[in-house]
């Protein structure tokens, strides 16, 4: 169930806005054949299954404003696609023009002395990072899939990932933005100082809007450090009321502190099994904990003194950079495959309160035994910004209960439905359950007064709309 | 000139809002005796005086919204008011209600868990800090006006300050946010878990709104530690550009950075004479910039190796927490009351790229020599966000002339024309010179969509005002 109207791609006289299109960008990148767009219509989880009335990919905002001038005239919606490396359907078409951005992929010269780049909004994370490494600088944020990943989609979803507990998330790494509205027109922050106050903060209004107010075109990006020396420390916990208990004496002892994460008992046996790695602790914790910190120089001392005498703390491995630090982090980045290796779980992104945290986790465990007598959970995640993913495996993927009870439980613990992925349409159904009427009511009235017509992402963070989507779920990287 | 026709106060039938008002938040709380008035209508610089139809004090975000709706149903506009400490008349009425928000001080229980606190909106900074010190936390955000500066204002305004290098400013220590729209609709966000990305983010719309889209009443704020231990630089470097390119290097190599600030030439001369403190250094240097480290351990060391071969660093002093500690930072702090003992100046805050403030600050020379005879500068501020107060002392306080040619030179520098006070009525016919075209449209198009009527704070950011005060200038703290 789409929110307007828009006819199956069958219907549409895409010929002529083909050819419309084709004027602008060209008519190599205009796509219809079915075989060449197929990527384009089906999300990284194979849940959200589309269709595209066909893919446009512009090389410039110029271009981007004509496109979607020419896509208003004849109505229907547009959906702006990156990586294409989303997990909730936020740009999946439903009979809409997918418009692709990686076209968008220039990057700019480095300031070393704000530390700061401008790169086009189809660049991959992988793109940026590589661009500005020479300059011992990297990107504040950091993902799994940054291989694929671009950076406007990044903004899009106001994107994570594990360094947020130092640099936050993408919207605190933006200085600069340039955007083009439903109507055609080009709007640009320009970074001028850091102070620069008054006013809407237009690279703010952006990060996580999902594509629904404008599409990013380019942005400007604050860099950060490539530091010199690592330090990395697996922590067993003997519960995880020590694990979150600990979260704020590590930030405070921790200057340099880059991140905490979790993989509980479950994913941490699953992951030694199918690395074939030695579990690392003689007795399997409840909680396992990776803590990193990085610097310009060696920090493994401090990491070490900051972990003594943490209360519940039963043991603890840690390694400088090297090896000894890769084997380390494969007990958390490894789970992922580790669980697609068993089967296609129910994954759910969410966001909980720290002080709610072991209470929440305590109760997915009888939630998940109803889901089925073959339901098996498995939790880990950003710990320091309360963000964890609930994974179940052995319950039909088809069905949406063991999904809805967890979200359930989440709103129950004071949690947020969408932690770093986003909303999309897969949870644009909860939002009204999640946010307050009032947020929401904001919302609604700066979607109407920027995109009247509703033409950009139909469906997407719209709190009146059920999901559309096939559900064919399938495996899921992060 | 106001942009929406409001009457003077004389011709307004004052009395019937005044019973509405009345009835809304008691009788006690209804102002209109022009005597008790007075502190209202006037800025903190006394540059902006203007006449308030009446002022109401809510002591709710209930009693907001049922004033906002009796002001909407009678027409005329509604100034938002905090603690007064703003220099850019932003809070300023003319012929408008003022609501005072200073009866929303409540002060919530201390999140020890996730260092936060809710506070209202009225409560003053410095009570906030006093509040969560016996946690040995403290806010984010430090500024001078601590002690009369309300945290609404401070979100309203996107406040600044001092520790803005490590922090951020307002915007970045919003975790949750109530506030009342122009049509008195309460909108909250609440504070679920630090990741809930999906949608608009209302904190960061609020922060730097200026009251013009809605009126703060509770603010729930990320604290940060109140460190054991500092320490602090005072350092001499031959040239402001020195100065400028130490920036990066010591963000790099003290991660408990907390303030690099810059006193010019002219300015370490005033304060010393007036302070009757001896110079710092022999030769008196282009540029003094104070660096302060804060941690949990000891770190006048680390402060000390970071400085140790900085280009242009002629000569340095430093001292740990303390006496010295005091007298180090009094060369900063004392610059403003030095300054306004020598006469009224021409006060400007604004924001440069790094990379041009050497070339601003050598223009302003000659710009200020052409200003008059007796015209002299001083400059200081926040040197790592780019942040600078620029004072001209020795010019005719009612002429605008050396404030236009120094808002020139920003902008001809690619800086910012409000940095960290904001743009309030001071600076609103600058900001069509100083944002891009589909930016104001973008934030014309929000204002009306959440206040159409244009009840909330007339006048302020408005790029389609010409500014509405009497040239009577008086003392400026910052």
Chains 1, 2 share one sequence.
Not at 276 to 302: C, I, K, N, Y
Not at 456 to 473: E, F, I, S, T, Y
Request: hydrophobic share 45%.
């Amino acid at each position: 169930v789409n929110p307007s109207p828009v006819p199956d791609a069958a219907e549409r006289p895409s010929s002529e806005l083909a050819a419309d299109l084709a004027a602008i960008v060209g008519p190599d990148h205009v796509l219809t054949e079915p075989s060449v767009i197929a990527g384009y219509e089906t999300d990284w989880t194979g849940r959200f299954q589309g269709t595209a009335l066909l893919v446009v990919r512009p090389r410039s905002a110029e271009e981007v404003g004509a496109v979607l001038r020419a896509c208003g005239a004849r109505g229907g919606g547009v959906v702006p696609q990156g990586g294409n490396t989303g997990l909730v359907g936020g740009a999946t078409p439903y009979g809409h023009v997918v418009l692709s951005t990686t076209r968008l992929d220039e990057l700019g010269p480095v300031d070393e002395v704000v530390a700061e780049v401008e790169v086009g909004a189809g660049a991959t994370l992988e793109a940026v990072q590589a661009h500005v490494a020479p300059n011992a600088l990297t990107t504040g944020v950091d993902i799994a899939a940054r291989g694929s990943a671009t950076i406007g989609g990044m903004v899009a979803t106001d994107a994570g990932g594990t360094r947020t507990v130092r640099h936050g998330t993408m919207r605190s790494q933006l200085v600069g933005i340039e955007a083009v509205l439903a109507d055609g027109r080009l709007v640009r922050h320009d970074p001028r100082a850091d102070a620069d106050a008054g006013g809407v903060h237009l690279p703010s209004l952006l990060a996580g809007s999902e594509g629904t107010l404008g599409i990013v075109t380019r942005v400007r990006l604050r860099l950060v450090p490539r530091w010199r020396f690592r330090a990395v420390a697996l922590v067993a916990f003997e519960d995880l009321a020590s694990a979150c208990a600990a979260i704020p004496r590590l930030r405070r002892s921790l200057p340099d502190l880059e991140a905490i994460e979790f993989v509980d008992q479950a994913g941490l046996a699953l992951v030694s099994a199918h690395a074939g790695m030695a579990a690392p602790f003689r007795a399997a914790p409840a909680a396992s904990v990776l803590v990193e910190t990085a610097a310009d120089r060696p920090v493994l001392d401090e990491l070490v003194a900051a972990l003594d005498g943490l209360p519940g703390l039963h043991d603890a491995v840690a390694a400088d950079d090297g090896p000894d630090r890769t084997r380390l982090w494969s007990y958390r980045e490894r789970v992922t495959e580790a669980i697609a290796a068993v089967g296609v779980p129910h994954k759910l992104d969410v966001g909980l309160p720290p002080a709610t945290i072991p209470a929440f986790v305590a109760a997915l465990g009888p939630a998940v035994v109803a889901a089925g007598p073959e339901a098996r959970l498995v939790v880990f995640g950003h710990l320091a910004a309360g963000n964890l993913h609930v994974n179940v495996l052995g319950v039909d993927p088809a069905s949406e209960q063991v999904d809805d009870v967890i979200l359930q439980l989440v709103l129950a613990h004071g949690g947020s439905i969408g932690a770093e992925h986003g909303i999309g349409r897969a949870k644009a159904r909860w939002l009204s359950r999640a946010r307050s009427p009032g947020e929401l009511a904001v919302q609604v009235a700066i979607k109407r007064a920027l995109d009247p017509g509703g033409l950009l992402n139909p469906g997407v963070l719209d709190p009146g709309v059920a999901p559309a989507h096939d559900h064919r779920p399938g495996p899921d990287g992060r």
